[in-house]
Each structure stands twice: as structure tokens, then as C-alpha cells.
């Protein structure tokens, strides 16, 4: 077996299932799950139209490029929404579709990580697992760039040893991140690029809920975007990725894609060719109308939008909670231990919050997960509003 198999961590979900283990929740009320980033609304009717219309694809091999014209709305999207110059994405060289960002996130590591070279991956913390696992997996260590209040949940790039950028070979980001909401501005994405080119490091842009925001005329920023207002034209060791699972609330369609640098793609596409996760033809087919609409997304943020002012009406009074720019989770403190704050909401008021820590790692700098929760806001505005209820409740009995 893979000896680097032994060195990942139970996934949170695992530890999660085993903390609510012999407990009996309240049977008169209802559970509400609040820990799992996995999108409610209902898809968009006219993309599950098209996947139905072409299932008859099914009976065809799709290829690991994906169909031109999937490559081609991707690139027309990226275009639109980060301002990029009409034709700077080639959808013949800067684009390959994904399973989805987690299958995209893994593999990636898999082909752009040299072992031989004693390598570091660095990532933020706390961070969605998959990043660490990928660095396991593919012979490196970790390194963990604690994101807290202080630094307004950034990575902050400066108190990072010298000695540790010379071994760096990947680094992920995620903006807006997941699970603090906190969204990387242009000039901290322009610091992480001019890091990139002294290190000679490639930065992968984990940006699955680049469409999940509150401020309407603040859209986040991407990787892609601060290359072309730098000049870094042929997007020299970025890569960005991007899924319709947020976005478009199709988390079961399993459709992405990861865009930039062209000579890092071929290689990537090389690898995904042995790997065989190409997307099936109507996934293909149907993915191309959800990048080209705009209107599902619009108004998938409007309800996320209403979700966090009712939420936030209710638990603002006594959590020491904030709103996030973006994503859509909430990241506040907890009263006491994290662990026992979800292991107690459980069992008095039947729902399911993340304990903080099984997002995070323990640093010399401590661990930033420590007495937080992730609270996810992915249940109807209903459910959500009688969610916060339920946590006031128990907060307002300690």
C-alpha cells in the first residue's frame, strides 16, 4: 500500500459522525444540517433541460480536453467576469474542464509537485482538506499559513520564513475562502504573484465561491484578473479554479474547470489523460449554458444574501459573529470548547455545525480553528431563520 496513505487525517465529516455518536437529538424538531458546504437551492431548470436532451452522449467516450465549445464558454465567462482582454484565454490552451473542484484541486498537485526535491505545499489554515491530502499524496509536506481575525482572516505572506518560500513548490489560496468568508484583494493577489516569480512556485487559486457575495457592486477578484492588470499576460505558474457547484447549485453535476498558465496545463492534461475523470458528454453539454447565463446566478445570491441578514439579525446579539464578503458560511467564536458547542447543539436542538478545529492543524502559532464553528447557510431562508433560533437558544443557556 501507499505508506503516504497513513499520514491523512480522518475527514471532518468522519470526525463529525463519530463526536454525534450516542446521542439522541430532540425527535419534535426537525434536524437541520448546517455543516456541509453542499448547496440547496434547486439547480436551474434550463441546464437539466439540456442534460436531458443529450443523454444519448452517454454512449460515446468524452475526451480529458473536453468539447470545444465547453472550453469556448468557459473562456467567454472568464472573459466577462474579470475584465481579461477579448481573446487573452485561448480555450485551446488555458482551459481544461474538471470533475469539480475537489477532483481538479487533488490532481493538480499530483502533476505539478517534484518529491525529489524535499517539497513544501503551502496552504491556508484552516483549509478545505483536499489540500492537504493532495500534498500527502503527491510526496510533500504541508505548510500551514494560519488565516485569523488579526490579518482579517489573509494569509499573511510576510512573516513567512525565507527558508520555507525556497522549498515552497505549490501554493493553494482560496478566495473567498472557505469556511471565513475572507476575500484576497488585488494587491494581496499581486503579492502572492511576485512571490510566485522570485520562489519559482506555482499558485493554484481555489475560487469555487467567486459567485457567492453581498455586495452586489463588489465582486471578488480573481488569480486570472490581477495577471492582466499586472502584464502577466500568459499567466505565468497561475491557475485558477472554478465549479458550477456554488455557483449554479449543481454540486451532483461535478463540472469545473482550472484555467491559466498554458505550459502547466499541458503537463496537467498528460497526467489527466492516465487519470480518466474526462466529464461525460451531456455534463459537457449542459455545462456550456449554465456558463453562459448569468441570471440563475443573480439570483442565487439574492437568497443567500437574505439568508445572512436573517441569520445575522438573530445571532449578532449574542455571538461574537461578523458578516463575511463572501461564501456562504458563517465563521464566528464559540462561548466554549468548539467540539462541545457542536457535540451540545446537537443534542438539545437537533442541528449539525462544523467544530472549527476539524478544519484546521495545530501550529507553533496555535490553532485558528480552535473555539470557532463553520455554520453554513445552504438550508432554505426558513430553515435557516429557525436555525439561528435554535443557536441562540442554546447560547443564551450556557
Request: glycine share 6%; aromatic share 10%.
Amino acid at each position: 500500500m501507499n505508506p503516504d496513505l497513513e499520514k491523512l487525517f480522518p475527514y471532518p465529516f468522519e470526525r463529525l459522525a463519530k463526536l454525534k455518536e450516542g446521542v439522541t437529538p430532540p425527535a419534535h424538531l426537525k434536524h437541520i444540517a448546517m455543516s456541509i458546504g453542499e448547496p440547496k437551492h434547486a439547480p436551474p431548470e434550463f441546464v437539466l433541460q439540456k442534460l436531458r436532451e443529450n443523454l444519448q452522449g452517454l454512449g460515446a467516450y468524452p475526451m480529458a480536453k473536453g468539447l470545444p465549445e465547453l472550453r469556448e464558454a468557459i473562456a467567454r465567462w472568464l472573459t466577462r467576469r474579470f475584465k481579461l482582454k477579448p481573446g487573452r484565454v485561448d480555450p485551446d490552451k488555458h482551459v481544461l474542464p474538471v470533475s469539480g473542484t475537489r477532483e481538479g484541486l487533488f490532481a493538480f498537485a499530483q502533476t505539478v509537485v517534484d518529491r525529489a526535491k524535499r517539497p513544501l505545499v503551502l496552504m491556508p489554515n484552516p483549509f478545505y482538506q483536499i489540500y492537504e491530502g493532495a500534498a500527502f499524496l503527491a510526496g510533500a509536506e504541508p505548510y500551514f499559513l494560519n488565516t485569523v481575525a488579526k490579518h482579517g482572516f489573509l494569509l499573511d505572506l510576510d512573516a513567512v520564513p525565507d527558508k520555507v518560500w525556497q522549498r515552497c513548490q505549490l501554493l493553494y489560496i482560496c478566495t473567498p475562502g472557505n469556511p471565513t468568508g475572507a476575500v484576497m484583494n488585488g494587491a494581496h493577489l499581486k503579492r502572492v504573484l511576485e512571490l510566485a516569480e522570485r520562489y519559482d512556485f506555482i499558485v493554484a487559486s481555489d475560487e469555487c465561491y467567486a459567485e457567492i457575495y453581498l455586495d452586489e457592486a463588489k465582486p471578488p477578484p480573481g488569480l486570472l484578473q490581477v495577471c492582466e492588470e499586472t502584464g502577466r499576460h500568459d499567466f505565468r505558474r497561475c491557475v485558477a479554479f472554478h465549479s458550477l457547484s456554488k455557483r449554479s447549485s449543481l454540486p451532483g453535476l461535478r463540472s469545473g474547470f482550472v484555467a491559466g498558465d498554458a505550459a502547466v496545463l499541458a503537463k496537467f492534461l498528460q497526467y489527466r489523460t492516465y487519470h480518466g475523470c474526462a466529464l461525460p458528454m451531456p455534463v459537457q453539454i449542459a455545462s456550456v449554458r449554465a456558463w453562459d447565463d448569468e441570471h440563475h446566478v443573480v439570483e442565487n445570491r439574492r437568497l443567500y444574501q437574505q439568508k445572512f441578514q436573517a441569520v445575522m439579525e438573530i445571532l449578532g446579539p449574542v455571538m461574537d459573529v461578523h458578516y463575511p464578503p463572501a461564501a456562504f458560511y458563517l465563521w464566528p467564536e464559540t462561548p466554549v470548547d468548539d467540539e462541545r458547542f457542536a457535540k451540545e447543539l446537537y443534542a438539545e436542538q437537533n442541528l449539525t455545525v462544523l467544530p472549527g478545529s476539524y478544519l484546521s492543524r495545530l501550529t507553533s502559532s496555535g490553532d485558528p480553528g480552535k473555539n470557532r464553528v463553520r455554520i453554513s447557510l445552504v438550508a432554505s431562508v426558513a430553515e435557516c431563520a429557525e436555525a439561528a433560533q435554535r443557536i441562540r437558544s442554546y447560547v443564551e443557556s450556557l
